[in-house]
Every structure is written in C-alpha cells, then in structure tokens.
C-alpha cells in the first residue's frame, strides 16, 4: 500500500507539477537592450530592443532588421515590461540584456535607484550588462543604431566595451551590483560608463545604413558618468577613465610620452609609446593629524611600442631614464584626474573612503557623515613605477643609426 | 576474511557426487539400466532414437561376440567412422577371443579415445555427444569412441570488439576450441574448468573457469551455486545464462561483463574473475564484474599508457555525453534560456524558428527515427544494408531540416550522441544509455534542468545499490580504494600496475614484487 502511494505521489508530481515554467525557444524574443527616457505623460519611457533572430540565421541570409524596438510610457519598469505583449507577439526574456541605456534626464532629475531596484529584485536580469548614460540624444535611439559587423547593436556596444577595457581602458567595469553597493557605501561613489551617437541616429536607425563603408551614425564610449547617490552629478573625459581605471585595476593601455625633460621645451616634439601590460595598485587613506591623505602607489609593466627619441636602447641607462620619464608623466596624470575629480565634484569615485574603512576603522567612522568633503580638501600623494620590460622585437631605433646632418 | 563472509553469504554446496548424465537424465523417462544382452539394449535404442534418420546402429562382429556400433550420423565424421571402426580387420582365430570390453578396446581400436558406458544414460549421453557407442553382447559396459571431426566455425576475427593493435583471435561457438584458446595464453596447472550441463532441454555444456591460485573461494562457490539453480529449458546463447545467473535484474547496466576476445577474458582470469564459458556461444562471460570494466578494452594495455589514458577519459566523456546531452538541449532550450551564451542562443533560436513542434517532441522524433535506422540497419541483409545509410543520412540529415521539421542544430545534438553511445567497447553497456537517454529526455521536459540532476541522483544512487557477484558495481570508485586507482580512469604503466584489484579479494593480491621500471644502462664514459 505504501509503495502504491509513493508510486502515485511520483506519477502525480510528473503530470501535475511538471512544464509549468517551459517556454519554447520559438515563443521567446530575446531582448538585448533597453533605454529608459523620461516619459511625456508617465514617469518612465521604456524601450526594449529585442531581436529578430531568424535574420540572423546563418541559412536564410535575407534582408531585414536584426532587431525591433517597441516602446511604451509608464510609472514603473516591471509594469511597463509586462505591458509590452500589447504590441509584442511573444513573451519577452531579458536575461540576456547586455546594455541598459539610461537618458541623462532621468539620470539626473529623477535618479536610476528607482529602477535599479526593479533590476535587482528581478531573477531575470543577469548581473553582466553595462549601465550606460546616454549623453545628447535621447536613449531610445541608441538601441537602434545599426552596425555592419555585430547586427545586433547592443551586442556590438558591450563588446566594443570589453575590447575597450582589454585594450585602453575606458570604460569603468561597473556591474549593477558594483553600481548598487557604490550607492549604499559611504566611502565611495558610484560611477557608471557614458555613450554618444555620432552622426545621424535617423539615419543609422534604418537597415541599409549597413551598405555604406561609413557607418552614417555610431556609439561612441564618452567616459565616466558621475553619480551623488543616485543622481548623476557630471562627467570625465575617456582619459580620465583611463587614468581612474589606473588607480582601480586595468588590464593594459597604451601612453604616449614626450622625450625631453617634464617642462623643458624641446624644438621637435618627439615622443616615445608605452604599452601597459601589468599593473598593480593599492590604494591607502591614512590622516596626519586632522589632514587626510590619498596615497596611491602603482606599479606597472610596460612594452615599449615606439621610439621617436634619439636615444640608444642598447644601453641599460636608456631604460631608467625612460621609466624615470614615463613614472613620472603618468603620476602628473593621475594626480591630475584625482585633483580634477575633487575640485569639480568632490565625490570619491576611487574608494578611497573604503580604504580607509579597512585600514583606520576608528577614524572612519567617525568622519563617515562628510567623507566627501574630507575627499576634496585631502593631500594626493601618487606613487608611479614604471617598468621597462621588453622593446618589442627591435632594440636601437633605425632612426638612431640616420646618419646625422652635418650642419648640426 | 570479514568483509568478504559479510559479501558473500555462504550456502551449503548441493553438488553431490553424481555424473552429469545421471542428473541430466534423472528426470526424464529413461531407463538407467545397461543390459548384459545386446538385444535389449538396441531395443531400447531404438525405441528412443526410432524417429530420428540420422541414428543408425551397424552391427558388426568383433572376434566371436555379437557387437554393434550406435551413432548419430551427423554428429560424426562418417568417414572416420568407416576407417577407424566399421573396417577393421575383425580376426576370427578363437585362441585368442578377448574375454572383455577391456581387451576388445586393447586389441581392435588401440589408438583410438574411449570412455566405457556402464548405465543406459551414459550411453544414450555419448551417443548424443557425437561419439560412436561400441555395444557388445554379454559384457557388463558399452565402449564409446570418440570419433570427432564434426564441422565447425573457424577461428576468425572479433566482430563486435576488434581492436587495432593486439591479438586477433575470437571465440567461436565450440567450447573446446574456446577453452584451448584459454589455455593457450595461460600455461598454468592451476587454471582449472568446471563443467556444468544445463537446460533441461538442451543440455548445454557450461564450463566455469578460473586460476585457483588467484580467485576467491566465496566468489567461486557463490558462481557455483548460482549456476547449480538454472533450472531453465535452452541455453543458446551465453546471454540465457548471464540473465538467470545476475544479481538483479531490473537494471538498465550489464552486471556481466561479457567479450567474444580471449585476451580479455584471460585478463579478467588473471585478477581473479571467473570465467563462463557456453557452448554454442561466441561470447564468454566473465564475474564479477564492475562499472569500469565496460571502459576498458583489451587494447589499453598493448599500447604505451599515455594515449589509452587518454582515451579512457575520452570514454567516461562520451558515456556523459551519449546520456545527457539531448536532455541537456531540451532543458536549456525550454526552461533556462539565460545559461546559455547570448550568441548561442540567438543562433539556436533562428534555427528553431519555423519549427513546428516543441523541443522535447523534436528530439524524441529524431531519437526514435535514429533507433530505429540503428535496428534496421542491424538486422538487415548485408546486400540491403546500404539502403539503411543511404536513406537515414538523407532522411535525417538534410530532408528534415530543409523540411523546417527539426532544427539542423538538433541534428548535430543527435547525431553526436548516437556516435557517443558506441565508444563503449563493450556493446551491451552502450545499450544502457540508449535506453536512460529517454528516461532522462523527459526528466528534462518536464523538470528542466532540475530533472536532469534529479535523474541523474537517483541513477548513481541506483548504481551504488548494484552488486555483481556480491562485489559493489562502483567498486574502487564507490568505496574508494587508492591503491586501485592505477587501473580505473587512468592506466598506469605495466610496471606501475602491481596488484590485482582488491575488491575481487584474490588469494594473492600482489602481481609482481620487484620494481620494474625500466632504465636506459648505466654507462659511464662510454663505456658499459
């Protein structure tokens, strides 16, 4: 008797509970983007790019856009997305959703925590797409610029992005969950990445922009939105993303220093390029006295990729020379961004307010409530070596060896 | 000894010291008596051979007794017949008449193999077994003469376990000839076989064989016993016996190792396995036998280990692969879209768009449309066998995705998996999976991903559960046992290898004490 019941309990948990959640592929449209502008009538303006994937087949190459858009007004995200089905044949699935542009409007006036939070709490919503801050055009356009090579746009803006930060860096690397805990610390401020059209966003909208070798309109990586809380609070340019990626982790860059001595003019400009390989970087707040300091100490393995310079790479003293030039270019660098970020928002983007949670508890907490002043009046003491590893598969310059002109 | 009294319980042996004819016939309706009178004997014979045209019985006249030969034409060489007992010169002078069957033997078929007959059944048994039965008036004993030269199978190839590098002999249906393929490879006193007749109707010669010095007693006895139950009509295949003799039968995986190679059967009888040997059957059984033993192919230990390590890690794989990877495609499909990579899934879905069905029916299709290609193509006469591949890779492969009946991604999923589930060297485990498979495609459509996991418990916990032969089915995994370990996922080095698996407890666990490992000489300044 028992067995029977467990045997029923075991056939009725197959044809009773089973397929409740099951979705066919063909019933599903795969949203890859979603911008968020201010609505004329309701609060949120919400427009979800979703693809159209049989155009994409590799088998059936026939003309059509890669994705559709649909867009719709409302209070809230989750309402708004539910309602979509009133111009979307299938169910929408956004947990492959790589860019989620925001309007700086709403960004500004109405901050992104409101929305943010619908984000998090949804198990749909992966934590690996980029926040984006639309700056000029309204956010609704940029899931609709076509590219040649990646079709589906949002796809092409993430990836752009990944190849930007293996590359130069300029893009900060900030998660929804980075983004989120940067809100709630104390000790530091949240950041997300900036995108700009450039060009004609009409014209890029249509399919057959793609014939053209010049793409009528692109998104472009405009550098780091600033945020107070959840407000957006201004901009950095991409060298000053590059330059606070430097103080945080970056994977690898490209400077360009000048040959002569810091300040001495030199008749011909002649530079010499560095590519960064390897970097390190701790970051340390500590007070003397009442005086906070920012210390910053980076080390980085650097390539040499060009050398304009006339001087001879033969010689180990050519190499400290040019790591003592290029430590100390690039710590001008990022001194400048640091002072740049104190005077213009005084907002710690860096963690330094986090740095000193780890290592001075006590002083912490207790200036805590106006960490972000603290920031702005504090002492930047960056420290920059750089190390010379290898100079590509060349060492003295061909342009060493020019015989020189007699009249020198 | 405690482990393996707790394995193996012991029953009481019931073998008693009876010949195999008296307990073959003992239930049948024969007379046991042999008669002193030559005339009541071939009255019975022909009374129980009376319909058959191929028994004859010839009588001759050896010296001054009235004799007769009784055969079955067809079990014999007739022609050695004829020379060596119809034509030999039969001497008439009395002075010296042989007195006995004994002297009979002595003096006219001196050359020849014999057994005397002393009952009834032994002799109906010879005669049935091929030999010419010499009945002669007035003595107490039939003479039988082995005559032989019967027609059988020649040694050929293996069809289902060839290998590339190693021997390439395989059992035929003739256990003699099986038996010395055995012996060939092991020249030891103490390898010793054990016959068995079974099958009410058939009597079929079943030997056990195995090394005394090696094999545990228990597990010898336990192999006894269970062959001394089969009490079923036929056996013609050793797949009867490997059914009656397992320790559970409702289970999708083979807990009888079975191999058509002598080499591999020589192997297991060197660990300490026993061996089971049919007649009529080219597939010799060996007990007990674990999980392992279905990735293991005699070829791993002719080859330089590295490779055949490999290739056993290849073998695990596709055992996975052949198991779950169409339940995987129906669960990620239909239930966790997010898991997969956002390029993957695009392409996936533009190759579904247009399909009709769901995945879960699509993949059934295709699965069922393979086995049943897989069975056509088995049974089918070689001549028309090309049909089956011709028309299955159109079918399959091109008509029913132009068709937009499946997706071509769906194709790849079962093509693959069909390739998968062959790695197996041996076939009866590949046929396992292919029953599972389905098993766990609907899991999967039902549960997703949480299915298959599911499935996937309750398979291993059956298979912790599995014994053959009273050793666990995942022995030296599932109890885990280190110093077995040289010989499971990976193969060491013969050198390396020194010890018999433990879960067999052999009589001597040690192969070879020495180090082996081989060096290159020592030289010093070039010279030795």
Not at chain 1, 82 to 110: C, P, Q, W
Not at chain 2, 3 to 29: A, H, M, V, W, Y
Request: glycine content about 6%.
């Amino acid at each position: 008797m028992k067995k029977r019941i467990f045997i029923l309990i075991c056939i009725s948990s197959f044809l009773l509970t089973g397929c409740w959640d099951s979705t066919e592929l063909n019933d599903v449209s795969i949203v890859t983007g979603i911008a968020i502008d201010p609505g004329k009538e309701k609060r949120y303006r919400l427009t979800v790019g979703y693809v159209n994937a049989s155009i994409l087949s590799p088998q059936i190459p026939f003309e059509g856009a890669p994705v559709s858009v649909m867009t719709l007004e409302g209070n809230s995200l989750p309402e708004i997305s539910a309602r979509m089905n009133i111009g979307v044949s299938r169910k929408l699935v956004f947990s492959h959703t790589r860019a989620l542009y925001i309007n700086e409007e709403v960004a500004k006036n109405d901050g992104v925590g409101s929305f943010l939070d619908s984000l998090e709490r949804n198990p749909q919503f992966r934590n690996d797409f980029n926040i984006l801050i639309t700056k000029g055009d309204s956010a609704e356009k940029f899931p609709t610029i076509n590219d040649p090579v990646e079709r589906v746009p949002s796809l092409k803006v993430q990836k752009q992005i990944k190849s930007i930060l293996k590359n130069w860096g300029g893009d900060p690397r900030v998660r929804l969950t980075d983004f989120i805990d940067a809100i709630v610390s104390q000790g530091r401020s949240p950041i997300a990445s900036s995108v700009t059209i450039e060009g004609n966003p009409e014209k890029g909208k249509n399919v057959e922009s793609n014939m053209e070798t010049k793409a009528p309109a692109r998104i472009l990586l405009a550098g780091i939105a600033v945020f107070e809380k959840d407000k957006l609070a201004g901009y950095l340019s991409l060298e000053d993303t590059r330059n606070y990626l430097w103080t945080q982790k970056l994977e690898s860059t490209m400077v360009t220093i000048p040959c002569g001595k810091h300040g001495e003019e030199l008749k011909e400009k002649l530079y010499f390029d560095l590519a960064i390989m390897n970097n390190k970087s701790t970051i340390k707040t500590f007070y003397k006295g009442d005086q906070p300091h920012l210390k910053v100490d980076i080390y980085s393995e650097a390539r040499l990729t060009s050398m304009q310079c006339n001087e001879d790479l033969s010689k180990k003293e050519t190499y400290l020379d040019l790591e003592q030039k290029s430590s100390k270019y690039v710590k001008d660098m990022i001194v400048a961004t640091i002072k740049k970020v104190q005077d213009e928002f005084g907002l710690d983007i860096f963690g330094f307010g986090e740095a000193l949670h780890r290592q001075n508890y006590q002083k912490a907490k207790e200036v805590e409530e106006k960490w972000d002043e603290e920031f702005a009046r504090a002492d930047v003491d960056v420290n920059v070596h750089v190390a010379i590893r290898r100079s590509g598969i060349r060492n003295k310059s061909f342009l060493s060896e020019v015989p020189a002109n007699k009249e020198d | 000894m405690g482990l393996s009294d707790f394995l193996f319980k012991r029953r009481k042996n019931k073998k008693g010291d009876s010949t195999p004819e008296e307990e073959i016939f003992q239930n049948e309706n024969i007379s046991k008596e042999y008669f002193k009178s030559l005339d009541k004997n071939k009255r019975s014979l022909h009374e129980l051979f009376k319909q058959t045209f191929d028994f004859s019985c010839d009588d001759i006249r050896l010296g001054e007794s009235e004799a007769c030969v009784c055969y079955l034409g067809t079990m014999l060489n007739i022609h050695s017949l004829t020379d060596k007992v119809l034509n030999v010169p039969r001497e008439t002078s009395v002075s010296k008449n042989p007195k006995n069957i004994e002297e009979i033997r002595d003096r006219y078929f001196p050359t020849m193999a014999f057994e005397y007959a002393d009952t009834f059944h032994k002799v109906v048994w010879h005669i049935l077994n091929g030999f010419a039965v010499i009945m002669v008036d007035g003595q107490e004993k039939a003479l039988s003469l082995e005559i032989g030269d019967t027609e059988k199978r020649a040694i050929t190839e293996p069809s289902t376990q060839t290998i590339i590098r190693g021997p390439k002999e395989a059992f035929t249906e003739d256990i003699n000839t099986n038996i010395s393929l055995i012996r060939k490879r092991i020249k030891n006193p103490y390898l010793i076989f054990e016959d068995f007749y079974i099958g009410g109707d058939t009597k079929t010669t079943v030997a056990i064989g195995y090394v005394s010095t090696i094999t545990n007693e228990d597990i010898l006895n336990e192999v006894r016993e269970r062959i001394e139950k089969i009490e079923i009509g036929a056996v013609l295949d050793s797949g009867n016996i490997e059914e009656m003799i397992v320790d559970k039968s409702f289970t999708p995986f083979p807990l009888v190792f079975n191999t058509e190679r002598p080499d591999s059967i020589c192997s297991h009888l060197l660990e300490g396995k026993v061996a089971l040997i049919v007649d009529g059957s080219p597939f010799v059984l060996a007990v007990p036998s674990v999980f392992t033993d279905f990735f293991q192919s005699s070829e791993d230990y002719y080859q330089p280990f590295l490779m055949p390590s490999f290739i056993r890690i290849i073998r695990y794989m596709s055992f996975m692969i052949a198991l779950v990877l169409p339940s995987l495609y129906v669960a990620l499909s239909t239930f966790h879209q997010e898991l997969m990579p956002t390029q993957l899934l695009i392409s996936i879905q533009a190759q579904r768009e247009g399909v009709p069905f769901p995945a879960v029916i699509e993949i059934f299709m295709m699965e069922l449309t393979f086995e049943i290609m897989r069975e056509a193509g088995v049974r089918m006469p070689r001549a028309v066998g090309q049909t089956v591949s011709i028309v299955g890779a159109l079918v399959i492969g091109q008509a029913a995705v132009e068709a937009g009946l499946v997706s071509s991604v769906l194709v790849i999923i079962v093509a693959f998996t069909a390739i998968a589930s062959f790695v197996s060297p041996i076939y009866s485990f590949s046929i396992a999976t292919r029953l599972l498979r389905f098993v766990l495609i609907l899991f999967a459509a039902v549960f997703g991903l949480y299915g298959v996991l599911l499935f996937l418990i309750i398979m291993v916990i059956h298979l912790v559960s599995l014994r053959s032969f009273g050793v666990p089915y995942l022995a030296s995994v599932a109890p885990f046992k280190l110093t077995d370990q040289d010989d499971v996922f990976l193969r060491l080095p013969a050198w390396a290898n020194k010890r018999r698996p433990s879960y067999l407890f052999p009589k001597s666990p040690v192969k070879e004490k020495k180090k082996q490992k081989p060096s290159p000489p020592h030289v010093q300044g070039g010279k030795k």
